[in-house]
């Protein structure tokens, strides 16, 4: 059973047109993470959250927020996407201070902004 | 600064071994990872190994790793056709909250 999940699969959107990306997980992980990976590049990570504490990396653009509502869920909001925001968005989660030194990685969400 | 480096692109025979290389610059590296990502999927963790081994060993997965270099080698006996993906070597800093550092992938190609 997926442990991580990532809604949808694939989305489309228009320039400009506020998009949200949703991750859940059944792990019960503290630590909830957003990679972007743009074509043939390595994931690139936007922010993350360590239970309700919010990190945002001192590179990722205003335009990208976040929302954990709740341990199990997260929302990447993209306010007002440009072309150059196609690509996959990867979830991950990780259980800081657990036994196992693993992200466990959701199947990510394709996003095309045409 | 953290910096994972990667050649770009591999190409074996089937039934060949494959060797996927890995330089890292951050000495405080806890553990290091290898992925893999088939076309339009996510990120699969093939194995990782702790910063005080040297070797680890699952089916036909090696790695080794060479810490003095800041060297990690991923081996893949018997490569098959349904290897071909991209690999992405990672490395987590134990100042972080596992967050991961990527190289950018080097992509294997199988030739039947």
């Known amino acids: 059973d997926a442990m991580v999940i990532q809604n949808p699969r694939y989305q489309v959107t228009q320039f400009g047109k506020p998009v949200t990306l949703s991750c859940s997980q059944t792990?019960?992980?503290?630590?909830m993470y957003w990679y972007q990976q743009k074509s043939s590049q390595a994931p690139k990570l936007l922010f993350h959250?360590?239970?309700?504490?919010?990190?945002n990396e001192a590179d990722t653009p205003d335009n990208f927020q976040s929302r954990r509502p709740n341990t199990s869920f997260c929302f990447l909001d993209i306010r007002s996407p440009g072309l150059g925001d196609t690509a996959m968005y990867l979830c991950?989660?990780?259980?800081?201070?657990?036994?196992?030194?693993?992200?466990?990685f959701g199947s990510g969400t394709q996003l095309s902004v045409l | 600064g953290e910096d994972v480096e990667q050649s770009l692109f591999l190409s074996v025979r089937e039934g060949d071994s494959s060797v996927i290389n890995c330089t890292y610059t951050?000495?405080?590296?806890?553990?290091l990872y290898w992925y893999k990502q088939e076309p339009g999927a996510g990120l699969q963790l093939l194995t990782y190994?702790?910063?005080?081994?040297d070797m680890k060993q699952d089916q036909r997965l090696t790695v080794l790793l060479n810490k003095k270099d800041k060297h990690l080698s991923l081996r893949i006996a018997d490569t098959q056709t349904g290897d071909s993906a991209i690999y992405f070597c990672a490395e987590t800093l134990s100042s972080n909250t596992g967050k991961l550092i990527f190289g950018q992938g080097t992509t294997l190609q199988v030739k039947p």
């Open positions: 792990l019960n992980h503290n630590v």
């Open positions: 959250y360590y239970d309700k504490d919010f990190n």
């Open positions: 991950a989660t990780y259980l800081l201070g657990g036994p196992d030194e693993k992200l466990f």
């Open positions: 951050d000495s405080s590296s806890t553990y």
């Open positions: 190994i702790f910063s005080n081994m």
